[in-house]
């Protein structure tokens, strides 16, 4: 089972993305959904995640908060992460990740994983 990224490109500081992550062999239903990113030499750092319930429980990290948000199409079984006023320090390959464990995925210790998109953004 793999998970796919897409949506990454080069933009300019300021700029917008959206990402999307699908997912063919599983469900996203009942299971916790995540974006992390990483720069080459450093460790990974979690972005943010969303488990859907009677109410959605999102998570987001520090260094993005109040400029992603992270969101779900059940029916489309995708997850985007939409990200505004990019900055350089933004600059990353971004992954998604799924697991039943909210908890877990944010540890960075999830199931399921994709192969990552580059986002770069310029100055």
């Known amino acids: 089972v793999q998970l796919q990224a897409s949506g990454g490109g080069s933009v300019q500081s300021g700029g917008s993305l959206r990402l999307s992550c699908t997912a063919s062999d599983i469900t996203f239903d009942g299971r916790a959904v995540g974006w992390f990113r990483q720069v080459a030499g450093k460790e990974r750092e979690f972005v943010a995640s969303?488990?859907?319930?009677?109410?959605?429980?999102?998570y987001y990290g520090d260094s993005v908060k109040g400029r992603v948000t992270i969101s779900r199409d059940n029916a489309q079984n995708t997850v985007y992460l939409q990200m505004n006023s990019l900055k350089p320090e933004d600059t990353a390959v971004y992954s998604c990740a799924a697991d039943v464990s909210q908890r877990e995925l944010r540890k960075g210790a999830a199931s399921y994983w994709g192969q990552g998109t580059q986002v770069t953004v310029s100055s």
């Open positions: 969303i488990r859907r319930g009677e109410v959605n429980i999102y």
